[in-house]
C-alpha cells in the first residue's frame, strides 16, 4: 500500500510538470514517504529525513527552494512534533492526505509549512490519476484502512477505518490500465476482502466486483491482497474457480501457530479454523499457492508457543512465508504488554521459521523442475542475461529467452533457489 501511495504521488507530480531524478541533489521536491508497521522502518524513515533534510540546509541561496515531504503512517503518527524535530520539513502528510501532494506543495509555498493529517473519509483519496503505462502489473486501491485493531497492529490508528473505493471508478481504473498495456491487476486494502460497495444501491463485495473484472478484455491476470482469515467466505473461495482470471494464489497471514497467541493477538479466528479454510480452498482449487506472515516473540510467546508455530508451518505446507520479529508499536495494545520476549530468543525463534519454510519452499519448488509454466514476462531479471516474470502461482521465474515484455511466456523449469525457479523459454514453434 505504502509503494503505492508513491507511485500515486510520483504520477500526480508528473501530471503537474515535475520530472523524477535519481540524484537527491537535483531534486526540488524530496518526499520520504513512510511506514509505521514495525519500529525498524520508523527508524530508516527518521534517517533518512535527517539526510535531506542536511542536503536541504547545504543548498546555496541562488538555488531554487527545496521542498521537503514527510508522508506516510510515520507522518500521521507524529504529526507537527515532526516539524520541531526536522527543521527544514515543510510538508508533513498522512496517508489518506497524499492525494492532495500536489496542491499541498503550493500551499507550502504560500504558508511556509503544511501539516495535512486529518483523515480523509470521501472517494477523493482515492485518486489515482496513473498516466499511460507500458509497465506489465499496476496495483489498484480498493479498499483502505482497518476495523480490526490486532493487539500489536498500528495501521487501525493511521490508516483509519474501512472505507471502500466505488466500484465503477474501480472498474474504469482497470479498463485505462488494461488500456495502457498493463496485463495484471492486483488489488489492494489492508483487509481486501471486507471490501462491499453500496453506491449504486447494490451491493458489490469483492466476489462482485472480481466478476466484473474477469470480463475486461486484454487482463490476463487478476490478484487481490491482504485477505484476513476471519473474513474469508465460502463465496469468495469460490472466485477462485469461477474466474479464470483469478491467480490461483492467497496471501492469508496467520501470524502465529499457537491459539494461545492468537488470541492475545486479538485476531478473531483459531489455528482449527484457519486450517479448516485453507483445506476448503484446495478442494476447490487443489493446486493453489498459499503465502503467509508470521510475528515471532509476541508478549508472553513461550517455547510450546513456538513449537506450534513450526508445527502449523509444517502442516500448511505454505508456498513462501513473511516472518517478522514482533516490535512495540506505540499506539497498539500490545506495547503495554508484560514478559515481553527477549531479542536474542526472537532471533533463535525466527531463524527455526525461515529454515522450516526454506525446506517446504525447496520441495515445492523442486517438484515443478521438468513442468513448463505460464510466465508473465516482467522484463530482465537482476540475474544477469534472464528475463523475469511470475507464474499464476506468484513463483519468481528467472529465464533465458527473449520473450517480449507483457506476454505469458511457457518456460522449461530446469533448476530453483529458496525463492525463485529458474528455467528457458520455450518458443511455441519449437
Ligand atoms: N511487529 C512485527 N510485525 C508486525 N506486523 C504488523 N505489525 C507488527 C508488529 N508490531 C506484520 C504482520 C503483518 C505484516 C504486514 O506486518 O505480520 O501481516
Ligand atoms: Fe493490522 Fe490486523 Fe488490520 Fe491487518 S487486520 S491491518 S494486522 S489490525
Redesign the pocket.
Known amino acids: 500500500m505504502n509503494e503505492h501511495d508513491s507511485e500515486r504521488m510520483l504520477s500526480i507530480l508528473s501530471d503537474s510538470g515535475y520530472v523524477a531524478t535519481d540524484n537527491p541533489k537535483d531534486a526540488e521536491v524530496i518526499i520520504v514517504n513512510t511506514c509505521s508497521?514495525?519500529?525498524k522502518a520508523e527508524q530508516k524513515a527518521y534517517s533518512s529525513i535527517g539526510r535531506y533534510v542536511e542536503l536541504k540546509k547545504r543548498k546555496s541561496e541562488s538555488e531554487k527552494k527545496r521542498v521537503v515531504v514527510f508522508s506516510g503512517c510515520v507522518a500521521q503518527q507524529e504529526g507537527d512534533e515532526l516539524l520541531r524535530r526536522f527543521r527544514g520539513v515543510d510538508i508533513v502528510v498522512g496517508p489518506s492526505q497524499v492525494h492532495r501532494i500536489d496542491e499541498l506543495i503550493k500551499q507550502a509555498e504560500i504558508d511556509g509549512t503544511v501539516v495535512a493529517v486529518s483523515p480523509d473519509v470521501s472517494q477523493k483519496r482515492f485518486r489515482n490519476p496513473v498516466k499511460d503505462t507500458n509497465g506489465v502489473k499496476a496495483f489498484v486501491t480498493i479498499m483502505e484502512g482497518c476495523n480490526n485493531f490486532?493487539s500489536?497492529?498500528?495501521?487501525p490508528y493511521l490508516r483509519g477505518r474501512e472505507i471502500s473505493r466505488n466500484a465503477r471508478h474501480i472498474i474504469d481504473e482497470v479498463y485505462r490500465l488494461v488500456a495502457s498495456g498493463v496485463k495484471e491487476v492486483i488489488l489492494l486494502g489492508q483487509n481486501v476482502n471486507s471490501y462491499h460497495d453500496n453506491s449504486e444501491g447494490e451491493l458489490i463485495t469483492l466476489y462482485e466486483l472480481l466478476a466484473s473484472l474477469n470480463d475486461i478484455k486484454g487482463l490476463e491476470r487478476i490478484r487481490f491482497i491482504?485477505s484476513h482469515p476471519k473474513d474469508l467466505t465460502d463465496k469468495l473461495m469460490h472466485a477462485f474457480t469461477d474466474f479464470d482470471k483469478v491467480c490461483p494464489h492467497i496471501h492469508l497471514?496467520i501470524?502465529s501457530g499457537s491459539n494461545r497467541i492468537l488470541k492475545l493477538m486479538a485476531r478473531g479466528y483459531t489455528v482449527e479454523e484457519y486450517m479448516n479454510k485453507i483445506e476448503k480452498i484446495k478442494t476447490l482449487r487443489p493446486d493453489i499457492a498459499v503465502t503467509s506472515?508470521?510475528?515471532v516473540g509476541?508478549p508472553s510467546e513461550n517455547a510450546d508457543d513456538h513449537k506450534d508455530t513450526i508445527f502449523f508451518i509444517r502442516r500448511a505446507n505454505y508456498d513462501n512465508i513473511?516472518?517478522?520479529?514482533?516490535?512495540?508499536?506505540p499506539l497498539?495494545r500490545?506495547s503495554t504488554y508484560g514478559d515481553k520476549v527477549q531479542m536474542h530468543v526472537i532471533s533463535e525463534r525466527l531463524k527455526e521459521l525461515h529454515y522450516t519454510q526454506v525446506g517446504i519452499t525447496r520441495k515445492i519448488y523442486g517438484a515443478l523442475v521438468g513442468t513448463t509454466q505460464k510466465v508473465l514476462v516482467e522484463g530482465e531479471s537482476k540475474k544477469q542475461g534472464r528475463q523475469q516474470g511470475r507464474t499464476a502461482h506468484g513463483r519468481i521465474v528467472n529465464f533465458l529467452g527473449n520473450a517480449p515484455k507483457g506476454t505469458i511466456a511457457n518456460v522449461l523449469i530446469d533448476d530453483y533457489s529458496d525463492n525463485a525457479l529458474y528455467g528457458k523459454h520455450i518458443p511455441e514453434e519449437e
Open positions: 508497521v514495525r519500529e490486532c500489536y497492529c498500528t495501521v491482504t497471514p501470524q506472515d508470521f510475528i509476541f513473511f516472518s517478522f520479529k514482533y516490535s512495540d508499536r497498539a500490545a
